[in-house]
């Protein structure tokens, strides 16, 4: 007898492949077999007329302040969400100096359109650094399992402080700055540093217009010296926007040239 047996509903499985009517046995919280006539279950769920599919990963949200205090991420969770990725568009709340707090919260509600009255309230900030942020997030149970980028925004914020928020050069100091402020994520292959910015040549150019801010130029000399390696631990991805003059279909085929690039 299985622990739990979906029953009878059209599976889609993510793979390509048509839809089927079928049963979901799961044992021990695994899907151990997907078939007609599957055994009985110790709980079963009719599952009839409705669509069974894995959850989806829903790799752009903005749940940075949400998932500090809400552990069903609604209204995601209510439409097969099973993951959500965080810290897009440079923007969130790590690292965190206690005097950014409110300047964060203010660029999270200017950028994205996220109340801020609810993100002041909610927020317990007993958080400074990457890792603490981490631990936090840990401490809650999930319905919705959550994943972060480091927030572009905030490290410069926390490493250059107003001199960041207004878009101002770094100086020598400010890559080794950078690079200390992400704690342990620096050497964590599967987390990135998302900003913007047009042009990509070579490394020290990306790493360069990551420190010069959101209207930083271009600087083909690299004279930033050590490029993201140093920042990210070696993998970096890059993800390009284009405009395609209001074609779609332009837009996506640009898209499709555009890879991810992982630097060594």
Same mark, same amino acid.
């Given at each position: 007898?299985?622990?739990?047996?979906?029953?009878?509903?059209?599976?889609?499985?993510?793979?390509?492949?048509?839809?089927?009517?079928?049963?979901?046995?799961?044992?021990?919280?695994?899907?151990?077999?997907?078939?007609?006539?599957?055994?009985?279950?110790?709980?079963?769920?009719?599952?009839?007329?409705?669509?069974?599919?894995?959850?989806?990963?829903?790799?752009?949200?903005?749940?940075?302040?949400?998932?500090?205090?809400?552990? @069903?991420?609604?209204?995601?969770?209510?439409?097969?969400?099973?993951?959500?990725?965080?810290?897009?568009?440079?923007?969130?709340?790590?690292?965190?100096?206690?005097?950014?707090?409110?300047?964060?919260?203010?660029?999270?509600?200017?950028?994205?359109?996220?109340?801020?009255?609810?993100?002041?309230?909610?927020?317990?900030?007993?958080?400074?650094?990457?890792?603490?942020?981490?631990?936090?997030?840990?401490?809650?149970?999930?319905?919705?399992?959550?994943?972060?980028?480091?927030?572009?925004?905030?490290?410069?914020?926390?490493?250059?402080? @107003?001199?960041?928020?207004?878009?101002?050069?770094?100086?020598?100091?400010?890559?080794?700055? &950078?690079?200390?402020?992400?704690?342990?994520?620096?050497?964590?292959?599967?987390?990135?540093?998302?900003?913007? !910015? @047009?042009?990509?040549?070579?490394?020290?150019? &990306? !790493?360069?217009?990551?420190?010069?801010?959101?209207?930083?130029?271009?600087?083909?000399?690299?004279?930033?010296?050590?490029?993201?390696?140093?920042?990210?631990?070696?993998?970096?991805?890059?993800?390009?926007?284009?405009?395609?003059?209001?074609?779609?279909?332009?837009?996506?085929?640009? !898209?499709?040239?555009?890879?991810?690039?992982?630097?060594?």
């Amino acid at each position: 007898m299985y622990d739990l047996v979906i029953r009878g509903g059209t599976v889609v499985d993510g793979t390509g492949a048509s839809a089927i009517e079928a049963d979901v046995a799961i044992e021990s919280s695994r899907i151990v077999a997907v078939g007609p006539g599957r055994g009985r279950g110790r709980e079963e769920i009719d599952a009839k007329g409705a669509i069974v599919t894995p959850g989806f990963v829903d790799i752009h949200t903005h749940y940075d302040g949400q998932a500090t205090w809400d552990p @069903e991420l609604a209204p995601s969770s209510w439409h097969g969400v099973t993951t959500g990725i965080m810290g897009n568009c440079g923007v969130g709340f790590t690292p965190a100096a206690p005097d950014r707090h409110e300047w964060l919260i203010g660029l999270m509600a200017g950028v994205e359109d996220i109340p801020g009255t609810a993100l002041a309230e909610g927020m317990t900030w007993d958080w400074e650094s990457f890792p603490q942020y981490l631990a936090a997030l840990a401490k809650l149970p999930r319905t919705v399992d959550v994943a972060t980028h480091v927030p572009h925004g905030a490290v410069r914020a926390y490493v250059m402080g @107003e001199r960041g928020a207004r878009n101002e050069p770094p100086t020598a100091a400010t890559p080794s700055r &950078l690079h200390g402020s992400t704690g342990h994520a620096a050497s964590r292959p599967d987390l990135s540093l998302p900003t913007r !910015f @047009e042009r990509l040549t070579a490394a020290g150019d &990306l !790493f360069y217009r990551a420190c010069r801010g959101a209207h930083g130029t271009h600087d083909p000399s690299g004279r930033s010296g050590k490029g993201p390696i140093r920042l990210l631990g070696g993998c970096v991805p890059i993800v390009c926007r284009f405009g395609g003059g209001g074609d779609p279909r332009r837009s996506q085929g640009r !898209f499709r040239r555009c890879v991810s690039h992982l630097l060594a």
